[in-house]
Nanobody, 123 residues
Framework: EVQLVESGGGLVQAGGSLRLSCAAS????????IAWFRQAPGKEREGVSC????????QYADSVKGRFTISGANGKNTVYLQMNSLKPEDTANYYC????????????????WGQGTQVTVSS
C-alpha cells in the first residue's frame, strides 16, 4: 500500500507561482504513475498532470499546459508540481494519487490518494 502526503499549497496572487510536493511511502509497483488532480467547490475532480515511472513520460490537462511542470517518480519518493502563471481559475484543492498508468480522465484508476492541499489564487 502506498501512502501519499501533499504539501506546498497556499495563497498566491494571479501570475504567481507555487510548487506542490507529493511525498510517497510504502510499497510501490515496478511501474507506477503519480498524478495530480484538483477539485474546486461544486465542480468535479479534474486531472491536472501525470508522470510515469517507467519512462518519465508526462501528461497535462490543456488548461495547464505551458504553465505547470510535473517532475519526480524516477525512483525518488517525492513528485513535484511546479505551477507558474497561476490564474484564479486554478483555485482548488489539489490531490496526488498513485496508480498503474497515467490517465487524467479516469480518477477511479488510481488506488491511493493523499488528503489534498489547498491552492488559492487571488485576482
Amino acid at each position: 500500500e502506498v501512502q501519499l502526503v501533499e504539501s506546498g499549497g497556499g495563497l498566491v496572487q494571479a501570475g504567481g507561482s507555487l510548487r506542490l510536493s507529493c511525498a510517497a511511502s510504502g510499497t510501490f509497483y515496478d511501474d507506477y504513475a503519480i498524478a495530480w488532480f484538483r477539485q474546486a467547490p461544486g465542480k468535479e475532480r479534474e486531472g491536472v498532470s501525470c508522470i510515469s515511472s517507467s519512462d518519465g513520460s508526462t501528461q497535462y490537462a490543456d488548461s495547464v499546459k505551458g504553465r505547470f511542470t510535473i517532475s519526480g517518480a524516477n525512483g525518488k519518493n517525492t513528485v513535484y508540481l511546479q505551477m507558474n502563471s497561476l490564474k484564479p481559475e486554478d483555485t482548488a484543492n489539489y490531490y496526488c494519487a498513485a496508480g498503474f498508468v497515467c490517465s487524467l480522465g479516469v480518477p477511479g484508476l488510481y488506488r491511493s490518494w493523499g488528503q489534498g492541499t489547498q491552492v488559492t489564487v487571488s485576482s
